[in-house]
């Protein structure tokens, strides 16, 4: 007999869903004089609302007032009092947070479940968690009196859009520097909605300001004379051409990049286990992770046996309505990263690996790609050395605990891998030998903000998180 | 009776433990500060430093692997050369930089001191900037550092020995490894450092010396595919910002020091600079 789930939607109306939203500039909601965007709802493409966006003065002007807020208000005033404005955001964003959720899953298509549980309770602990270090970041060990660097220009993915605000905003307002912060171009609301936490909370007008717009305002932000500091999470690809252009400039650089991680599964892991973690790594999030776990590395002795679980466990999830709350896999963001999907799996089985895709079904309107396992996939396959970005995952086997790193290891990226055994000796010594930032053991797609986050070679530079992500926002 | 002839030495690069001549063939004229003839030095090409970038990869997974106590040994060990040593580098400051024999020798001594300083870092930079983290779930979480890789070095022009060792000594404490390119100018101690690491315990290949043209070597290590890190403390000013861009093609750490008052004593920014922090999770239960 088949169980059947009953859909249970989570209400659409708690996302207070307005028809239009304003940029966020000196305190006030104010039109752009950039080309408005229409956000769309990625799982049924309808347009959710009108966005204004920033032109080149807007960007300057908020470079401006933000310059102006760190020097006449945000600069000098106490850590303790820093601290409580932060707190009162965490605390705000708590409050709100069903309503953050659902706007969320709405404007990226991510699944509510997700949204609910992760990204927005982990944006708030982001900023609870950094408010206290206002006051303290004398024991920070960056000397005394650590210094900030001035004004923030921060521009952040769609993959994460409030989570990856509140990783930038936090550490920059608590180590004392105003922010002139740049959604992306698809999924702009919850910003928005977090300015109005800002605005409520009422923090100085100017200490933090929220432009939306295309790669053409995150260009004008990153290059203006006026920003001191640059934190940029995207892809590889963006990521050298800001790092370029900030050559010769005195402007402090952070990048959080792409990644291909390995996700290795040695021949005495607990199976059942690491399917959970195979699945969590790669169909979180629709797979638009940069750390995701995209390339599974299987000892070959168990290969066909784990396969074959994976599988029947990935053909359980449930596809669609991301605002149902037992859906798995919710809406790819966008067209484009869609199509990006679906080409580089056609390279895949061009290039002659074995394609198993989930016959679970599809909505009929939206962006959906159903969970993918390239099988038989070698190390010069597009599908082993490029970011997807998406729900596909490749399998690659090897047989001896050396050949596992190797392969691992044998990437330009270096954000984030996973380690499945049982012996606990092995831990400790594939963690040690893997080149890549975080490394999960026996779990995946682990965050919090007191556990350091960022990439080795070009996934990256400079930490999130922890007293180690404080050195990103200080002048040390 | 005459006075007997010195035996005159032949400067060469230092390049995976060995003293190679440049495969360029060429050399240059190095000169005191008042330009009187020293010797030739070997002037590296581009293929010297992609010799000396596959002999640093060559040597890093050992030295990184090395354990921080045996690193701090193993430098220890060279201030224990350089001290034996101590004479000849007076000399050759004193001649390149141009100054009284006693100034000299206080450089000398805090070069010396420095390199002690960094060797006792080995085994203690792990406790400063590592840190178990409070997690909010049933995790063991924890984030180290680790050494970044190769690090391309543009050694101070000017600071011939202390601040050599100011740029070269953190590097290879983190468990990096280094391939430098010594003051264009004033490259003789740097040769002669490099004959102190060969006699050491410092594996080969671990510290790469080249000496010649800065502005000829450094686009080179800067674009190197195998290069990690980049420091630009001795970079030609003109060149500072095409040696970064050219950096970002593979999104190399740089370092954008220039040359500063070496006899001040540092903080941890330099070992910073080339270390990584990596986080490790494991879950918690019975």
Redesign the interface.
Same mark, same amino acid.
């Given at each position: 007999m088949t169980w059947d789930y009953a859909p249970a939607p989570e209400s659409r109306a708690i996302a207070n869903l307005k028809p239009s939203y304003r940029m966020f500039l000196d305190g006030e909601f104010v039109e752009g004089s950039g080309e408005p965007l229409k956000t769309i709802n990625p799982a049924t493409e309808e347009v959710l609302a009108e966005v204004s966006t920033a032109s080149a003065s807007d960007v300057d002007r908020a470079v401006k007032v933000a310059k102006r807020a760190q020097d006449k208000v945000w600069g000098p005033m106490s850590g303790a009092e820093r601290a409580k404005y932060i707190f009162r955001i965490a605390r705000m964003m708590a409050e709100r947070s069903r309503e953050l959720a659902v706007l969320e899953s709405l404007d990226n298509g991510k699944p509510i479940r997700e949204s609910r549980d992760v990204d927005v309770p982990t944006a708030a602990?982001h900023f609870f968690y950094h408010a206290g270090w206002a006051d303290k970041l004398d024991y920070a /060990?960056y000397?005394p009196n650590p210094r900030p660097l001035g004004v923030a220009g921060q521009v952040i993915p769609w993959n994460f859009p409030l989570l990856m605000a509140a990783w930038k905003i936090a550490p920059a307002l608590a180590c004392g520097n105003t922010v002139v912060l740049k959604p992306a171009e698809t999924t702009p609301l919850t910003a928005l909605v977090l300015a109005e936490i800002i605005q409520q909370a009422e923090l100085p007008p100017g200490v933090v300001n929220i432009l939306p717009g295309a790669g053409d305002v995150g260009a004008e932000l990153v290059n203006h004379p006026g920003v001191n500091k640059i934190a940029f999470t995207g892809s +590889?690809e963006v990521?050298?051409?800001i790092?370029?252009s900030?050559?010769?400039t005195?402007k402090k650089l952070t990048?959080e990049?792409g990644g291909k991680a390995a996700n290795i599964v040695f021949d005495d892991a607990p199976l059942d286990q690491a399917v959970e973690g195979i699945v969590n790594g790669i169909f979180f999030n629709q797979g638009h992770v940069c750390c995701a776990g995209s390339r599974l590395l299987v000892q070959e002795s168990i290969a066909e046996e784990l396969l074959e679980k994976l599988h029947k466990r990935v053909s359980t999830l449930r596809i669609g309505d991301p605002l149902d709350k037992n859906t798995d896999v919710g809406a790819i963001n966008s067209r484009d990263q869609l199509t990006k999907i679906q080409d580089l799996v056609a390279t895949g089985e061009a290039e002659g690996a074995v394609r198993w895709t989930s016959a679970c079904p599809l909505p009929e309107k939206g962006f959906f790609f159903a969970p993918t396992v390239f099988a038989g996939v070698s190390q010069a396959m597009r599908i082993a050395r490029e970011e997807i970005f998406g729900p596909v995952l490749s399998v690659l086997t090897f047989r001896t605990p050396d050949e596992a790193i190797a392969k691992a290891n044998n990437t330009?990226y270096g954000l984030s891998a996973g380690i499945w055994t049982e012996k606990g000796s092995r831990?400790l010594w594939a963690?040690n030998q893997l080149r890549?930032?975080?490394?999960?053991?026996? +779990?995946f797609n682990?965050f919090?903000p +007191?556990?350091? &986050? /960022?990439g080795?070679? *070009?996934?990256? &530079?400079g930490?999130e998180g /922890?007293? +180690?992500g404080l *050195?990103a926002y200080l002048d040390? | 009776m005459s006075e007997r002839l010195s035996v005159a030495k032949t400067y060469k690069l230092y390049l995976g433990g060995a003293f190679p001549r440049s495969e360029s063939g060429r050399t240059y004229p190095v000169t005191d500060s008042r330009g009187k003839f020293l010797a030739n030095a070997a002037q590296a090409s581009r293929k010297d430093v992609r010799e000396a970038v596959v002999a640093a990869r060559k040597a890093f997974g050992k030295w990184s692997g090395a354990t921080a106590y045996n690193r701090g040994q193993v430098l220890y060990r060279v201030a224990e050369l350089l001290e034996g040593r101590r004479e000849q580098f007076i000399a050759e400051v004193a001649s390149s930089e141009g100054i009284q024999a006693k100034k000299a020798a206080s450089i000398v001594d805090a070069a010396i001191d420095r390199w002690v300083w960094y060797a006792g870092w080995t085994d203690k930079i792990a406790t400063?900037?590592g !840190?178990s983290?409070?997690? !909010? $779930?049933p995790?063991f @979480?924890f @984030?180290v550092p680790e050494p970044?890789g190769v690090v391309g070095v543009l050694a101070p022009q000017k600071s011939s020995l202390l601040g050599l060792i100011s740029v070269i000594a953190p590097v290879i404490a983190t468990g990096c490894t280094a391939v430098v390119v010594t003051s264009q100018d004033r490259p003789l101690s740097a040769i002669t450092l490099s004959e102190v690491l060969a006699t050491s315990d410092v594996p080969g290949g671990v510290v790469n010396l080249l000496t010649g043209h800065t502005a000829e070597l450094a686009p080179w290590l800067a674009s190197h595919a195998d290069v990690?890190a980049l420091d630009l403390t001795g970079a030609p000013d003109e060149l500072?910002?095409?040696?970064? !861009?050219s !950096? @970002? $093609?593979?999104?190399k750490?740089v370092l954008?020091a220039t040359e500063e008052d070496w006899a001040k004593q540092p903080?941890i920014?330099r070992l910073?600079a080339v270390l990584?922090?990596?986080?490790?999770?494991?879950?918690m239960g019975v």
């Open positions: 602990a /060990g000397g +590889t990521g050298k051409i790092q370029k900030l050559a010769g005195r990048l990049l330009p831990i963690a890549a930032g975080v490394v999960w053991a026996n +779990t682990r919090d +007191t556990a350091p &986050f /960022g080795y070679q *070009e996934s990256g &530079f930490r /922890g007293r +180690t *050195e040390v | 400063v900037l !840190a983290n409070p997690v !909010a $779930g995790y @979480s @984030s970044t990690n500072r910002a095409e040696l970064e !861009a !950096a @970002s $093609g593979t999104v750490r954008r903080d920014r910073r990584e922090t990596k986080t490790v999770w494991h879950p």
